[in-house]
C-alpha cells in the first residue's frame, strides 16, 4: 500500500535546461508517463496553465483530473497541483550544462486514482524512473521509438497466426473432406477475393454472400457468375496482363467484376466516382486500359473517350440502347477459361489531391498471415454480417471485402450513405459490423437522437473506422452512446495496415491511432533516417507483408529497415500507441517555431457551437507561414472569430492561433468524406488514406 508521501529521485548526465524545457510542455507527460492519456491545456490562470489531466486504464478505469503547473525558481522547481484533489507532484531540478539532478516528491498519489491505494511505493518510484529515463532519452535522442509485433520473430509470428485462425474459426470445420476442398480452391485461385468466393462456396454454397441494394447473392451463385464474366470477357479478347478500369458505387456487379478480372489475370483499376473526366481520361491513358466497366450515372464521365475502348454497364441498367451489362455477358454461357499463371491484380487510386492520382498496385493477401494480423486487433468472428457503405474504391472498403470471404460473412453494400438508413440496415439486416471512414461516424452522432433511439442497434459488436483522424470528442461521444465497439485503424494505400486502436486505447487516450497488429514493425524516424526516442515527433515508416507492389506510373515512397515511408508525421508513447501530428506538408514553420494544425482542430473540436473544423496553413509576409481556421457552426450557436483566437490562444501556443477564421455552411470533402483542404487554400494531405 503506498503512503501519502513518496519520494523519487534519480540522476543523468544531460543538461537541466534541457530537462526543464521538456517538464514545462504538457504534452511531454502523456508521452513519457504510463498511464497519463492526454495532458490538455484549459487555461491560463495567474499566468499559470490549467491543465486536464487523464489518467487510468479502461480497465482499471479512467479519471479526468484538473491539476495547473506552477513555476517555482526557474529552472529549479515546478509542481503540478490538483486542488480539487488535495493531491500535488513537485519537481525540483539542481545541476548544470552537463548534469542533472532530479527530485521529485508525490503527496497522496492514491487520491489521483484509486487503483494507486493497491500498489507498493516501490512500484510508483519504479514507474516515476521509467518516465523520467524516456524524458532523458528524448534530450539525448536515443534510438527507442520501434514498436514490432511479431515481425522480427518468425516463429512467434507463425505461433500467432495460427492461433488467431483456429479461435477465429477460419480453418475449423467439423469435415476434414470439406476443410481439404477450401484449401484446393485457395490453393487454385489464390488468398484473394476468387480465392475466398470459391473456398466460401465449398463450405457454404447456399450462405448469403452478398445483400445489395437490387438483390441477394449466395457464395455459390458469386463462385458461378464470377467463373461465366472471367469466361465471357476472354472470349471478348480481353487477357492476362490486360487492365480494366471499374468506376462504380458499392454493389454486387462491382464485386462480380473485380473476382472475375481476377480470375482471368487481368489487373482492375478501381476509379473513383468522384473524378472528373479529365482525370479519368488521363488515367484510362495512363494506365492502357483495354476496357471500362461502368455504372449508368457516370456514363458522361466516359462517354468522350476514343470509341475504340469498349464499355460495359456494371450495375444492370443501359445508358445507351446497345449497351451491353454484365448480365448480358454471364448470360453467354463462356465458363472456360485460360487460367492465368498469376492472378489480377487491384490497382487502388491514390487520394491525391492536386494533379492526377497515382494508380498502387495492391499485393495480393499473403495467406492467413493477413487475416490473423486484422483479427489480432479486431475481434470479428465467422458467419456474421458486415455492412459496407465505406467505398470499395478505397483501400479499407476493399480490405474489409476481402477479409470478408474468409469469415464468410454476410456483406450488406450501400451506394450512397446516409445515416439514418446505415441504423436502418444495421436493425434489420442484425448487422454485427460496420466498416465506416470517420465522416460516417460523425453523420450518425449528428441525428437527433429522437432519430438514433428509433433503431436496435443491439447486434453491432464492432465499428471500424478508417480514412482520416477522430476527434477525440467524436470517440468519446460515440463509445458513450453506442458501448465501447468502435475501433480505429490507421493505414494507408501503400502500406495497407499501420496500427489499430481498439475501445482500450480509445478510452485512455481517444486521439490515438493504436497499436500495430500481428506481423508489423513500426519506427519513428528522423530525416537522416535513424530512430528518434520514444516521444519525438518524426516521420512514421510501417512494414508488414502487406506493402503495395508499387505505383504505376511513379517512383515508390523513401525505406528505411524494410519499412516504406508512410508520409505522415507522428510519435509513440510510453505504452507505445501511436499519435498522428498530420502529413508532413501539412507541418508549418510560423516564425520559427513549428505548427501542426491537428492539435488546433481537436482543441476547436471541443467547442460546443463547433459542429465540424478544418485548420490548414497559409503564406504570412512576416512569419513565412500562419494557421487558417474554417469552421462549421452547431445551428444557433454564437461564436465569432475574435472568441476562437482567444480560445486557441489560451489553450495552445502563440504560433497556432489563427490568424484568419472564417466560417463555413459545410466543409469540402471528397467521396471518401476526407476533408480537401486544398480548396481551403492549404496543400493537405496527398497519399495517406
Known sequence: MITDVIDVIAEFPIARRAVWDLLLDPQTYPRIFEGVGACEPLETVSGHPVLLVRVGSAEAGIRSHTMQLVVGHAPESLELRGPMLGSFASIRLRGDHRHTHVSVTFFAPGRVHPRLVELSNAAVI?????????????????????????????????AGVARQIMTSGVLRTYRPDSAIRQLRKLSEWGFNLAGGYAAA?????????????????????MHRRTSALAG???????????????????????VETMVAAGKLGIDAVLLNTGLPARRIEEIVQRDKLSALFVDAEFDPLVQYLHADIPRYAIDGRRPVVDRKTIDDLIAMGHTDFRRPT??????????????????????????????AALLSRIPLRMNETMLIPAPLFHTWGLAALQLSTALRATVVLAEHFDAEDCLRLIAERRVTTLIAVPIMVHRILKLPAAVRDRYDTSSLRIVASCGSPLAATTVLR??????????????????????????????????TAGRPPLGTKLGVLGPDLRL???????????????????????????????MLD??????????????????????????????????????????????????????????????????????????????????????LSRFSVPRDVTFLSDLPRGDTGKILKRLLGGTGPTEAT
Open 532 to 562: 528518434l526516442p520514444v516521444g519525438a515527433t518524426g516521420h512514421i515508416f510501417v512494414g508488414n507483408h502487406m506493402l503495395f507492389d508499387g505505383y504505376v506510373n511513379a517512383a515508390p515512397p523513401n525505406t528505411a529497415d524494410g
Open 232 to 254: 465471357a470477357m476472354g472470349a471478348l479478347g480481353l487477357c492476362s496482363g490486360d487492365a480494366i478500369g471499374l468506376l462504380a458505387r458499392n454493389h454486387a456487379g462491382m
Open 126 to 158: 519504479d514507474w516515476a524512473r521509467a518516465g523520467l529515463q524516456r524524458l532523458a532519452d528524448l534530450v539525448t535522442a536515443a534510438p527507442t521509438s520501434i514498436v514490432v509485433n511479431g515481425e522480427d520473430s518468425p516463429m512467434r509470428r507463425h
Open 478 to 511: 460515440f463509445m458513450d452512446t453506442y458501448g465501447d465497439i468502435l475501433y480505429n485503424v490507421y493505414g494507408s494505400t501503400e502500406v495497407s495496415w499501420a496500427t489499430i486502436a481498439d475501445p482500450e486505447d480509445l478510452r485512455t487516450s481517444p486521439t
Open 566 to 651: 508512410t508520409g505522415d508525421l507522428g510519435y509513440l508513447d510510453a505504452a507505445g500507441r501511436l499519435f498522428i501530428a498530420g502529413r508532413d506538408d501539412e507541418m508549418i514553420i510560423s516564425g520559427g517555431e513549428n505548427v501542426f494544425p491537428r492539435p488546433v482542430e481537436e482543441a476547436l473540436a471541443h467547442l460546443p457551437q463547433v459542429s465540424e473544423v478544418a485548420v490548414v496553413g497559409v503564406p504570412d509576409q512576416e512569419f513565412g507561414q500562419r494557421l487558417a481556421a474554417f469552421v462549421v457552426k452547431t445551428e444557433g450557436a454564437g461564436l465569432d472569430s475574435d472568441m476562437v483566437r482567444n480560445y486557441i490562444r489560451n489553450r
Open 201 to 221: 462456396a465449398v463450405h457454404s454454397p447456399g450462405r448469403i454472400a452478398l445483400i445489395d441494394d437490387r438483390d441477394l447473392h449466395t457464395f455459390a451463385d
Open 342 to 371: 498469376q492472378p489480377g491484380r487491384l490497382v487502388v487510386l491514390t487520394s491525391g489531391t492536386s494533379g492526377t492520382p497515382k494508380g498502387a498496385r495492391r499485393p495480393h493477401p499473403k495467406g492467413f498471415a493477413t487475416i
